[in-house]
């Protein structure tokens, strides 16, 4: 079988048999199966789920990281291969990032006698809920490693392209909750209550002006609010109403400020009303800072083998890779898929023919990357 084949058929495996966030056990056991196979080191972590491998001799360490999980979408892209666990999905391409990564662990088995150091490759489970990161870096993956380089691919890219960008890549993703306690009422009889619904409203608005009031138009944010509940009937005004949602900020400061608005508008709304209103704030995935030189080396050695290259727009969207990114500088970087449905869709299909491209392109990546000071 040719390597490619070989990656495509693991991809097509791991597609067929996708498992969620922090249940990766038996894509768990196929890798690691897969690299013992190929005369990889495991190194014996303590993981609920997930694979760390490491191949060459030598202080030096560059990590590769793939993510291995799945999401909770029925898929419809109606692929020979589809997921056969009904209800769980690779909808945004993680057997993918998976394959290729393998691919890259076969072709530096290959060149093991000449690498300048060790090259350490996780399978990193629990992306989708942003725990995964955090877990492989206590069992001790990120130790004597000097620099990390991980890939997503990017739908609305075709194949054979390649993006990154130095400095804030993905967002920060934040997310709050905003209990509004009126004071319930007739509804015909609104003045002897404190309507929780109509503050509820201002206070979607008011919020709306973070970003177009409060924050530089040249800096990113996004102030979004998705579910707002209260009240179970037409002629009775309720006591309480419930409002949930995320922010997305590039930049720390920027994110401290739009959460002390919010709590600030919260509060002044509130006192105005002659209600109260609770703020519970979450902190989610950090920003994803690529190091500066490590995102123009791996930019030029795309070029260099032949991806046509551009640089990233900045990403809304959270990436658990970023967790690396605080502890060891490295970059991560976008190959095109060229799927007609983007990600986290049920009809997402990802082109596989970026696979063998990006395999060979990271191994390389890594191999020279040890050659670095
Ligand atoms: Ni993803």
Known sequence: MTFKQQLIDWRRELHQNPEL???EVATTTRIRHWLESAGLRLLPYSLATGVVAEVGHGDKVIALRADIDALPIHETSGVAFSSRNDG???????DVHSSVILGAALLLKEREAQ??????LLFQPAEENFTGAKALIK???LENVSAIFGMHNEPGLPVGTFATRGGAFYANVDRFVLRVKGKGAHAARPHEGHDPIVLASQLVIALQTIASRDIDTLDSVVVSVTRIQGGNTWNVLPENVELEGTVRTHRADIQKQVEKR????????????GAQIEVEWFNGPVTLINDEQWAA?????AQSVGYQTQTSQLHMGGEDFAVYLQTIPGAFVSIGSASPYGLHHSAFNPDEALIEDAARYFATLAEQALLKN
């Open 262 to 273: 919010i709590r600030e508008i919260a509060t002044g709304l509130a006192s105005a009303f």
């Open 88 to 94: 769980v999905m690779h909808a945004c391409g993680h």
């Open 139 to 141: 069992a001790g993956a």
């Open 115 to 120: 690498l300048a150091g060790r090259v350490r």
């Open 297 to 301: 080396f791996a930019m030029q050695l």
């Open 21 to 23: 966030s922090g249940q």
